[in-house]
């Protein structure tokens, strides 16, 4: 299962070193940034195309018996704004990861459930979940 590991990271490695394109397509009115590739290694003469990929979404957050004072520090703050209405606030840490094609589904989900556990979160005061996306 470890060898599965780079995939997922180069994956991600490849996000990074590549261009970037918007989806305006005028029925969704989407926002939405999709990497791209250049047919011809890095030549940006050549014609792009876009690589889409599964995505996984990972939520951290600590567990609810342990104080959360970053939390009680933006309740205060709210609370001071006027935002009396407001009586809690947890704190917590969102990952957006992209999923290498061919990847198979019930797979990522046990890596990414691994990462998330071993990499992400604390396990002793955090809980986590992860959703996978197609």
Same mark, same amino acid.
């Given at each position: 299962?470890?060898?599965?590991? $780079?995939?997922?990271?180069?994956?991600?490695?490849?996000?990074?070193?590549?261009?970037?394109?918007?989806?305006?397509?005028?029925?969704?009115?989407?926002?939405?940034? +999709? $990497? *791209?590739?250049? /047919?011809?290694?890095?030549?940006?003469?050549?014609?792009?195309? *876009?690589?889409?990929?599964?995505?996984?979404?990972? +939520?951290?957050?600590?567990?609810?018996?342990?104080?959360?004072?970053?939390?009680?520090?933006?309740?205060?703050?709210?609370?001071?704004?006027?935002?009396? /209405?407001?009586?809690?606030?947890?704190?917590?840490?969102?990952?957006?990861?992209? *999923?290498?094609?061919?990847? $198979?589904?019930?797979?990522?989900?046990?890596?990414?459930?691994?990462?998330?556990?071993?990499?992400?979160?604390? $396990?002793? *005061?955090?809980?986590?979940?992860? /959703?996978?996306?197609?």
């Amino acid at each position: 299962m470890k060898a599965e590991f $780079p995939a997922l990271l180069l994956a991600s490695m490849q996000i990074l070193t590549m261009g970037y394109s918007r989806s305006l397509h005028p029925r969704t009115a989407s926002n939405r940034v +999709y $990497p *791209i590739c250049f /047919e011809n290694g890095s030549n940006p003469a050549a014609r792009p195309t *876009i690589v889409r990929f599964m995505k996984a979404r990972v +939520y951290v957050s600590m567990k609810p018996t342990v104080l959360d004072p970053q939390g009680q520090t933006i309740r205060g703050a709210l609370n001071s704004m006027g935002h009396k /209405e407001i009586a809690s606030v947890r704190q917590g840490k969102y990952f957006e990861i992209g *999923i290498a094609d061919g990847t $198979p589904r019930d797979s990522a989900a046990t890596i990414l459930d691994e990462i998330a556990r071993d990499v992400l979160a604390n $396990p002793v *005061i955090e809980e986590y979940r992860v /959703e996978i996306l197609d």
